[in-house]
């Protein structure tokens, strides 16, 4: 009984691997800029490795319900590469996550391209520039930043631990008062000046004492 417990959970656990990997492989996008696409998919292998502070990142940067993205990824089987494209699209020119979405699920055949032209983004425009800058925002806060329209190949392994080590340590770490001083060095400082210089005032009595 136990051997076939923990071989059902190694398969379970290979499923959930060969999905993972699949999922990451398989995804293809057309947006029209090269860059763009590219970054898309390292931001759909990102998706897979680490869905809570990709999940996150279209909460707080992009302003998607967290419901909603999770029914697009868990219940729509949707790719992290799309969602997060979806939400960006969304942001850049003032509409819902839903909106954008859904009008992509209607005709997915056409491809991003097509969606964004349908608003008037073209490659070029400010709007597309708009949807670049958020690109870069986000690999800077998955802690790897990189440049519009410079090539290059990020590997995610171990980022997503980090950043959230790092965040957790910054914002609930000790020693700082609200200014950034630290506190340990203040509060010694402050201390330490008080101790002399009440040592020194005793010395001083107790040396005029003596004349």
Request: charged letters at 25%.
């Amino acid at each position: 009984m136990r051997r076939s417990l923990l071989a059902l959970t190694a398969f379970a656990a290979l499923g959930l691997a060969a999905t993972a990997g699949a999922q990451t492989i398989s995804f293809r996008v057309s947006t029209g800029d090269g860059w763009v696409d590219n970054r898309l998919v390292e931001v759909n292998d990102y998706g897979v490795r680490y869905r809570e502070p990709f999940v996150d990142e279209i909460v707080t940067s992009y302003g998607a319900p967290r419901p909603y993205v999770n029914e697009l990824l868990v219940t729509r089987h949707w790719s992290p590469g799309d969602v997060y494209y979806a939400c960006a699209m969304a942001h850049s020119i003032g509409r819902p996550c839903a909106e954008v979405a859904d009008r992509y699920e209607r005709d997915r055949g056409h491809g991003w391209g097509a969606v964004a032209m349908s608003y008037g983004i073209k490659p070029g425009s400010p709007q597309f520039f708009a949807l670049k800058r958020g690109v870069v925002g986000s690999y800077g806060r998955w802690g790897h930043p990189i440049a519009i329209d410079r090539e290059e190949h990020v590997r995610w392994e171990g980022r997503g631990e980090e950043r959230h080590e790092h965040g957790h340590e910054f914002k609930h770490g000790h020693g700082h008062d609200e200014h950034g001083h630290h506190d340990h060095d203040h509060g010694h400082g402050h201390d330490h000046d008080k101790g002399h210089g009440k040592g020194d005032h005793d010395r001083k009595e107790h040396g005029h004492g003596h004349k």
